[in-house]
């Protein structure tokens, strides 16, 4: 089965520039997330969708990111104007929401590298 | 609210010997717990979690943690360590499902070195 996926790998801009990252989460998967990890950080939610709707953005600096999952497949989330601060990793993750009280494990994608100049 | 502490961002023990990384939560309902392993330039790979049940959970590549609730420790072990054991580990917390949903809230990680 094939992993989630995260395009681009690296991207390297300078500050006040705008940016977009890409998660294709495994099939059938209902549930994506983004994480920002900076360096010597754990990863840290940013948001949380189910199918097309967000469950949790609370962590997410809306003045400056957006994200969407317009199908309830694949997702982007977007960074305009970015910041040196926003250097740092972006995790997707997805989950299957089997609509139970079981736990729906998170499955990483590689990760895109961000460096703000 | 949820957190997670882990003690030592970094640990280096010599090849054979026993891996210990700390991990400490705080949850003011009864948690959910994981460890992850993630290599370099790659994401996050479930270890092992504690969901109910019994409290020493075995995960992969031979790791296993126990669920201590009087200390509010999941601390990860492995009896030898091995090279490949190189990489940084991160435990996470996160609630029950009917708790809420399942974020996951991440320490700030422990780099293993494997000493030759």
């Known amino acids: 089965e094939a992993g989630v996926a995260q395009s681009p790998r690296y991207k390297i801009i300078e500050k006040r520039q705008s940016v977009a990252f890409w998660c294709n989460p495994i099939?059938?998967?209902?549930?994506l997330y983004w994480y920002q990890q900076i360096l010597g950080q754990g990863p840290k939610l940013l948001i949380q969708?189910?199918?097309?709707?967000?469950?949790?953005d609370s962590q997410l600096p809306k003045d400056r990111f957006s994200a969407e999952r317009l199908k309830g497949v694949d997702s982007t989330l977007k960074i305009q104007p970015a910041k040196l601060e926003d250097s740092a990793v972006y995790l997707c993750?997805?989950?299957?929401?089997?609509?139970?009280?079981?736990?729906?494990?998170?499955?990483f994608g590689p990760g895109t590298r961000l460096t703000v100049l | 609210a949820q957190s997670v502490t882990q003690l030592g961002s970094h640990v280096s023990v010599s090849e054979g010997a026993l891996v210990l990384l700390r991990c400490n939560y705080s949850?003011?309902?009864?948690?959910?717990l994981f460890w992850y392993v993630q290599y370099p330039n790659q994401g996050l790979q479930l270890l092992l979690k504690?969901?109910?049940?019994?409290?020493l959970v075995k995960g992969i590549n031979g790791f296993e943690a126990e669920f201590k609730k009087s200390e509010t420790s999941f601390h990860l072990t492995k009896p030898s360590a091995h090279m490949s054991d190189a990489a940084e580990y991160f435990c996470?917390?996160?609630?029950?499902?009917?708790?809420?949903?399942?974020?996951?809230?991440f320490g700030t990680g422990t780099r293993l070195t494997i000493i030759p």
């Open positions: 996470a917390v996160s609630k029950r499902p009917h708790f809420g949903n399942e974020k996951l809230t």
């Open positions: 504690y969901t109910t049940g019994a409290t």
């Open positions: 949850s003011s309902v009864p948690p959910y």
């Open positions: 993750a997805s989950s299957l929401d089997t609509g139970t009280s079981k736990h729906n494990e998170q499955f």
């Open positions: 969708f189910q199918n097309n709707g967000v469950v949790d």
């Open positions: 099939s059938g998967h209902a549930t």
